[in-house]
């Protein structure tokens, strides 16, 4: 029994965390490279290395399948460097796949290839008729989607994605163009219905959007700036073990206070293309 003494406050006991084995989706990188720059992490004229960046996805590839995850992997097609990045293939939800419409035109096939996998794997698909780029600016919070613009997705895709799915949809404006997809700025820790809890970067976001995360989020955690840079945000959780950028030293930290275990993957390579963990991650909820 701890002993509480006079005028010190009583420490809150830390959540017991549960995990829920998650079905995902993911895009072996065969082909990645950077040819061209559509976001500030990318470089054309820094060397990357393919044969790395599949050895470093292979490690969260399994670190998944220890998890007890249920791994789909889709094919990737020479020419989409970024096909890697599954989580803009779309967003899933109730069986609904609601498909991806890029912005940049070198990414523009993507959004027909991941339709056409969900179409394949018994999905209901919804093709878009506003850009938006799937997972990266949707992520789901309970019962409430919190929906990213500003760099990519169009704020008029966030009404159309309400009356696919019929959830409430609420908009975040982004403004840090190295954080230009909502998951590279917020990171869900637990989904479950009554108790929501993400992480999140405040310099990410214009004060109207930083006033909904703190009247909603009051207990959420605020991630350095420095977690952030090497996309600490850009985790994947089962409401227990979060999957979290190696060099995201301080984010660990604050997940082990609140009850979560993070387990650090290095995707270095894949970062100079400008994602991580949950870029890679593409959630299928039937």
């Not at 082909?31 to 960046?53: C, E, G, K, Q």
């Not at 909502?182 to 990410?204: K, M, S």
Request: charged share 20%.
């Amino acid at each position: 029994m701890s002993i509480t003494h006079e005028g010190e406050r009583p420490q809150a006991a830390v959540p017991v965390r549960r995990a829920i084995a998650r079905s995902v989706l993911m895009c072996r990188p065969e082909h990645f490279t950077v040819v061209y720059r559509i976001n500030p992490w990318m470089d054309p004229h820094l060397p990357t290395d393919t044969s790395l960046a599949v050895r470093q996805w292979e490690v969260l590839h399994q670190t998944y399948r220890d998890l007890g995850f249920d791994v789909q992997l889709i094919d990737p097609i020479d020419g989409l460097p970024d096909m890697v990045y599954a989580a803009n293939g779309g967003f899933v939800i109730d069986n609904i796949a609601y498909g991806a419409s890029f912005t940049y035109p070198e990414r523009q096939p993507e959004g027909p290839a991941y339709m056409h996998w969900f179409e394949e794997n018994g999905f209901d698909v919804v093709v878009p008729e506003n850009v938006n780029e799937g997972e990266g600016d949707f992520l789901l919070v309970g019962n409430t989607i919190l929906a990213g613009t500003g760099f990519r997705s169009a704020s008029n895709s966030h009404e159309e994605l309400a009356g696919v799915v019929g959830r409430e949809v609420i908009t975040l404006n982004l403004v840090n163009p190295s954080f230009y997809h909502l998951d590279t700025a917020v990171a869900v820790l637990d989904g479950t219905p009554g108790q929501e809890h993400i992480a999140y970067l405040p310099a990410a976001f214009d004060e109207p959007s930083l006033a909904i995360l703190r009247e909603r989020y009051p207990d959420a955690i605020i991630v350095t700036n420095e977690d952030a840079a090497v996309l600490g945000l850009n985790s994947f959780s089962d409401g227990r073990n979060v999957v979290i950028a190696t060099r995201a030293i301080d984010f660990e930290r604050q997940l082990r206070e609140n009850g979560y275990t993070p387990i650090g993957v290095d995707l270095s390579e894949l970062l100079l293309g400008g994602g991580g963990v949950k870029c890679c991650t593409l959630e299928l909820r039937r």
